[in-house]
Nanobody
Framework: QVQLVESGGGLVQAGGSLRLSCAAS????????MGWFRQDLEKEREFVSG????????YYADSVKGRFTISRDNAKNTVYLQMNSLKPEDTAVYFC??????????????????WGQGTQVTVSS
């Protein structure tokens, strides 16, 4: 049974930082690309960042480029999202997802086979 479990969300002031983690089990983690998505109230779920299975290629939405950094540790079956210079508009539930085809750059939800339950990030102004 595949499980993706996010952690690290919380409440932070604008300009602050958070580090999200997503621990994977039940799959051969090193063969999957991983993505982070977010969804705020009444909005569609949107791509935030992705990383290929080797970790050598990373991808970002324009809205987070230069502020967020994705990384992975295949030995720990974990993908991270370091979020700096947070803004109120970053407030959302953040989800990690696994892409079996190793793309990392895909913004299409249907390209990801497995999803976590999400972790809430709230940025106050």
């Amino acid at each position: 049974q595949v499980q993706l479990v996010e952690s690290g969300g919380g409440l932070v002031q604008a300009g602050g930082s958070l580090r999200l983690s997503c621990a994977a089990s039940g799959l051969t983690f090193s063969t999957y690309a991983m993505g982070w998505f977010r969804q705020d109230l009444e909005k569609e779920r949107e791509f935030v960042s992705g990383i290929r299975w080797t970790g050598g290629s990373t991808y970002y939405a324009d809205s987070v480029k230069g502020r967020f950094t994705i990384s992975r540790d295949n030995a720990k079956n974990t993908v991270y999202l370091q979020m700096n210079s947070l803004k109120p508009e970053d407030t959302a539930v953040y989800f990690c997802a696994a892409d079996p085809y190793g793309r990392g750059w895909s913004r299409r939800l249907s390209d990801y086979d497995y999803w976590g339950q999400g972790t809430q990030v709230t940025v106050s102004s």
